[in-house]
T-cell receptor, first 114, second 116 residues
Framework: AQSVTQLGSHVSVSEGALVLLRCNYSSSVPPYLFWYVQYPNQGLQLLLKYTSAATLVKGINGFEAEFKKSETSFHLTKPSAHMSDAAEYFCAVSFTGGGNKLTFGTGTQLKVEL | NAGVTQTPKFQVLKTGQSMTLQCAQDMNHEYMSWYRQDPGMGLRLIHYSVGAGITDQGEVPNGYNVSRSTTEDFPLRLLSAAPSQTSVYFC???????????????FGPGTRLTVT
């Protein structure tokens, strides 16, 4: 069955430290892959997307993600966390043509501490 | 350009009542969808539409109806509300992708629904 898994429902980092949020998918063919961010009481905003053009994808706010087919992973990273990065992050996958129909992971709440 | 708008922002219903959550977009997007967000479960797709007159079920369609009479609007109807439908509901829209091209989905601000 096709699915997406986010490891760690809560991640805490110090300001200035590396952020690593994990996402793995289960599919026989590489899907479309996305990361979205949700700030408190708001809708979701796209951080970045992978569509097979390049395995390392750069997004907004200094985030990037690397697609690793052998590991079926699409982990999100940021070299140096900022207080404003505190939010919930969702990995989303589309297994259908066109990439519109999304399956979301359960989310990772990122906390940034001084 | 308002993007995706949703009304109401908050709603409290009694069990058995019906209501319609409104969603509108002004970006001429063909694809529109409804998700519900519950703690620890991420977002789950309820219904989606690829154009006016065309709708289909998502992962959790039971208890919900949709229709798409115009490109701009995609209302979600709760026929007989149940406590299990207490959730935050998000509407999203995007252009329809194809091949290696896929498009960002734009999300509305959400409707927080409580069913007592």
């Amino acid at each position: 069955a096709q699915s997406v898994t986010q490891l760690g429902s809560h991640v805490s980092v110090s300001e200035g430290a590396l952020v690593l949020l994990r996402c793995n998918y289960s599919s026989s063919v590489p899907p479309y892959l996305f990361w979205y961010v949700q700030y408190p009481n708001q809708g979701l905003q796209l951080l970045l997307k992978y569509t097979s053009a390049a395995t390392l994808v750069k997004g907004i706010n200094g985030f990037e993600a690397e697609f690793k087919k052998s590991e079926t992973s699409f982990h999100l990273t940021k070299p140096s966390a900022h207080m404003s990065d505190a939010a919930e992050y969702f990995c989303a996958v589309s297994f259908t043509g066109g990439g519109n129909k999304l399956t979301f992971g359960t989310g990772t709440q990122l906390k940034v501490e001084l | 350009n308002a993007g995706v708008t949703q009304t109401p922002k908050f709603q409290v219903l009694k069990t058995g009542q019906s209501m319609t959550l409104q969603c509108a977009q002004d970006m001429n997007h063909e694809y529109m969808s409804w998700y519900r967000q519950d703690p620890g479960m991420g977002l789950r797709l309820i219904h989606y539409s690829v154009g006016a007159g065309i709708t289909d079920q998502g992962e959790v369609p039971n208890g919900y109806n949709v229709s798409r009479s115009t490109t701009e609007d995609f209302p979600l109807r709760l026929l007989s509300a149940a406590p299990s439908q207490t959730s935050v509901y998000f509407c999203a829209s995007s252009s329809i992708g194809g091949g290696q091209e896929t498009y960002e989905q734009y999300f509305g601000p959400g409707t927080r629904l409580t069913v007592t």
